[in-house]
Structure formats: C-alpha cells, structure tokens
C-alpha cells in the first residue's frame, strides 16, 4: 500500500512540477528537483527515505545514463578526447584548491580540507544530461566534451578519494591506490572489449527470439551488466551503463532501443531519482551555520565553472561554447552525496558540518539546470 501511494505521489508531483517548471521557462527538470523538497522531509514529509525509494531512484539513474549513451555521437567524443581530459583535470584542480581554502578559512584540520577539496572535485552530469535532452542539445561538441569529460573526472575524483582514505581514513588498511587503478583499467578494457566485438553479436541474436520485446530485453541486460561489472571494480554504475548506451548507439538497433527504453525509464524510475535528490535535505541547525552554507555554494559553484571554462578555453573553444562547458560541470549530485556519506563514516567530515556540506551539493543540482539552460540558448541563438 505505502509503494503504491508513492509511486502515485510521486509520478503525479514531478509531471506537475515538471509542467510548470517549463510554462516558467526554466527546464522541466528543475521544477522536479524542487518537488522532491517539497514532499519530502524537509516540509511536508509525505515520501521518506527506503530501501524500496532508493532501489527505484539507483535504477532510473542508471536508465538515464543509458539514454544519455545511446544519444551521444560517438565520432564527436572522439573528436572532443583532448578537451574532455583538460575539463577534466582543471574541473578538479580548481575546485580542489578553493574548497581546501575555505576549509582553512573556517578552521578547518588540513585533512579535512583536503577531503572538502575531493567532495567538490566531483562532478555529477545526471542532471545536466537530462537538461541537454530537453533542449535537443546532446550531439552538440560541447555536451560530448560534458559528457567525456564526466567520465574522465569520476575515475580521476575515485582514485583521489581512495587515495585520501587510505592515507587519512580512520581504517587506513581499507584503500589501495595501485589495486584500484589497476581495476579501473580491468574495467575499460573489458567494457571496450565487450562492447565492440560482443553487444552487437549479442543483441542480433537476441532479435530472433520469439517473443516480447527482445531487443530491449538485451539492451537491458548489457545496460545493468555494465553497471554491475563498474560497480564490482569500484566504478560508478552510471559509468557502466553510459559506455553500455554508447555501444549500443553504434549498432543497427540504436532508435529501437531508445524508443523502447525510453518510456520506461521516464515513466516510472527517473521521477524517484529526481525526488531522491530531494528527500536527502534537512533544514535543522542550518541556519547556525549560513556564512558556511552561502561560501559553500559559491566556491562549489564558481570553482567548477572556471575550471571547466579553463580547461575549454585552453583547448579551443570560444568563450560562450567556455561557459557552456563550465556549467556543465557544476551540479554534484549523487557522486558528491555518497563522497559526502564515506568522509562522514571515516571520520574526515564530522557531524557538525556534514548536513551543510549535503545541502549545497543540493544546491549546486538546483542551480545548474537554469545556468545550462540560459548558457547554451546564449551562445546556440548566435549560431
């Protein structure tokens, strides 16, 4: 019963939200994000945090990640290789830097400036991908260098924090930097070789089935495959299901996959996403801690727009196609959550300043969808 009125609630509220998001000239998204506020704790309290919430909104960012693949052009990300790596780096350099300076400014112990300084290295582009959906946007250069370098920042931004953990973390024993580099690298050359000599072989064979929907079928089970094998080698499974979705869109198969795949997750999984992100944020002893909050927001914000916008500059986009990249790579997201969620368990962000810390990931998910938005129509109205 209580899953049931969930599902209503929230199917129901983030269309709605979503809606009128759009009739305000903001992405449908934002308004969805606003919602999972509104029902959630934080105010009225109608859909709380469990299992059952959490297994939905990990499968619809997964789905998500999949469409995102599906719908990336493959020859542009390999065209955008070099930027996406200088996005990449300098969208982690900067932001590590300024977090790990406002730590000390607010008297923070050097290692837990340094782990402040990982949590805003990271970037999440769930949000942003669904923005550039919306907008028709995602076989533009800009959103494959996003995108590119998204995947290059999340092995980077890993291997930092398994490298702070082990050297910083209460169990120093947990974490070792040459075991995890080494999976990453099991990791993309297995995928790689999966995708390019097996998915296609695999997905034919599965269309000659006699029954409902095979190829979707097969597109899901190397789609949840992908993630599964990520997240066994300590990748995020968003990671796993976007090159799953790339591999795909290379294949004869691409349009009917995305066609098929496309209401289900939309339907029904991403709107749990969506509110999860919500639901995560609590108000009590914020208002204690304001000075910290706004400098948070504003150093996680600016760091991560510069940062892009440099490491764009620098490899030859002007500088409206600089700032489109750069907002790109502001939101957090879920990377950023469970960051947050292991320096808290590991004692290099206490308890003190973690709810603070939470809410302006929040904020930076809220406030790039609009930034985006207003930085792409810019410089694609001058086109």
């Not at 998204?29 to 704790?41: A, E, N, T």
């Not at 120093?172 to 080494?182: R, Y």
């Amino acid at each position: 019963m209580e899953l049931l009125f969930t599902i209503v609630l929230i199917l129901f509220s983030t269309k709605v939200a979503g809606h009128l998001s759009v009739k305000l000239g903001q992405p449908a998204v934002l308004g969805k994000l606003l919602i999972g506020i509104v029902i959630g704790p934080a105010v009225l309290g109608w859909v709380n945090d469990s299992a059952i919430f959490q297994e939905f909104s990990e499968i619809g960012v997964l789905l998500l990640m999949f469409l995102a693949g599906l719908e990336t052009d493959a020859e542009q990300l390999k065209k955008n290789w070099k930027p996406s790596v200088a996005v990449a780096v300098l969208g982690i350099i900067v932001p590590f830097a300024s977090a790990f300076a406002m730590g000390e400014l607010f008297g923070f112990s050097f290692n837990e400036g340094i782990f402040l300084g990982v949590l805003f290295s990271a970037t999440s582009v769930s949000i942003t991908v669904q923005v550039l959906k919306e907008m028709g946007m995602m076989q533009t250069r800009e959103a494959t260098t996003i995108l590119g370098a998204a995947v290059v920042d999340d092995i980077l931004v890993v291997t930092l924090l398994a490298f702070v953990m082990s050297f910083m973390g209460e169990d120093t024993s947990s974490a070792s930097v040459p075991m995890l580099l080494l999976k990453k690298v099991l990791f993309f050359v297995v995928a790689f070789v999966v995708g390019i000599y097996i998915v296609p072989k695999f997905l034919k064979l599965f269309s000659r089935f006699k029954v409902t929907a095979p190829v979707t079928a097969a597109a899901l089970i190397v789609a949840f495959g992908f993630a599964y094998f990520g997240e066994m080698l300590g990748m995020a499974g968003i990671i796993g299901t976007f090159l799953a979705g790339l591999f795909i869109s290379q294949t004869s198969f691409q349009h009917e996959v995305e066609q098929t795949v496309d209401p289900i997750a939309n339907a029904l999984f991403v709107p749990f996403f969506y509110v999860s992100v919500g639901i995560s944020i609590s108000f009590d002893g914020v208002l204690s801690q304001m000075g910290f909050l706004v400098a948070c927001t504003i150093v996680a914000i600016l760091s991560k727009l510069f940062g892009g916008f440099l490491g764009a500059k620098m490899t030859g986009f002007n500088n409206h196609s600089s700032l489109s990249v750069g907002s790109g790579m502001v939101s957090r997201g879920e990377v950023a959550l469970i960051i947050g969620t292991t320096g808290l368990a590991a004692g290099l962000l206490s308890q003190e300043y973690y709810t603070t810390v939470i809410i302006s990931v929040i904020l930076t998910t809220l406030i790039a969808p609009p930034m985006l938005k207003h930085y792409f129509m810019k410089l694609y109205s001058k086109k």
